[in-house]
């Protein structure tokens, strides 16, 4: 049986998202929704659009399964993770895909000036899935703005940034958000060049079936939940 998820106050500020513990025992269980062993279809197809280009940033890398693919594709790639376990997980994908100097570091995407391995700066930014954790709680989005802030410090001017976001259009497996969130979030220092409905795939699990009951989704298996699919330039 998987653990039991370490709880977290709203009403105190404590959300889990600057907590490693809070996403650890998901990759040393193996019980994440969104370990599917593959990229996200959507993130591969922006590949294919030429939309990645440069020095290429995947924060909350989780699996590490897009940093992967930039690597193997020739990209100077690194991924990072607030979770070690994450982290680890990753660099074991990346040689069980043979794949070995795919990059993965640990690291506080809140407090990127005690990372010096997030030094020279960006061209591309694919978040998948780890931005409307910052964007999806509380009563502001302060959390949020300031995320947008060090992208836009940590990236060249003209840089893109791809957003997959849970969407709350629809069922989901974890708090989505509106496209509100992310135009607000992201109004100063950037250009939103596209938004729109997309999906992300994930995988149902013991450890949120019932979530997905009450959703009115499969007890396991795959699924293809709604997500934000956003394109940012720095400015």
């Not at 106050?9 to 907590?19: E, I, M, P, T």
């Not at 009450?214 to 293809?224: F, M, Q, R």
């Amino acid at each position: 049986m998987p653990r039991r998820r370490p709880g977290f106050d709203k009403a105190q500020g404590d959300l889990g998202f600057d907590n490693p513990e809070f996403w650890n025992f998901m990759y040393d269980d193996e019980t994440a929704p969104w370990l599917i062993d593959e990229p996200q279809p959507v993130i591969a197809d922006l590949e294919r659009q030429g939309l990645i280009r440069g020095r290429v940033l995947e924060p909350g890398c989780g699996s590490g399964e897009h940093t992967i693919l930039f690597t193997r594709l020739g990209y100077d790639a690194i991924g990072t993770d607030l979770s070690p376990s994450a982290v680890e997980y990753a660099r074991r994908t990346a040689a069980e895909k043979g794949v070995p100097t795919a990059r993965f570091e640990v690291a506080n995407m809140l407090h990127p000036e005690d990372y010096p391995f997030l030094t020279p700066k960006f061209d591309t930014v694919v978040d998948v899935a780890m931005f409307h954790g910052f964007g999806a709680y509380g009563d502001n989005l302060d959390v949020a703005k300031q995320y947008a802030a060090v992208l836009h410090d940590i990236c060249n001017p003209g840089a893109l940034v791809h957003v997959l976001a849970h969407a709350s259009e629809g069922p989901g497996l974890s708090s989505g958000i509106s496209e509100q969130v992310i135009k607000e979030s992201f109004a100063t220092g950037w250009e939103i060049e596209s938004l729109e409905l997309s999906r992300y795939r994930a995988r149902v699990t013991e450890l949120i079936a019932r979530e997905a009951a009450k959703a009115g989704l499969p007890a396991d298996g795959p699924v293809e939940l709604p997500a934000w699919l956003a394109r940012l330039r720095r400015v």
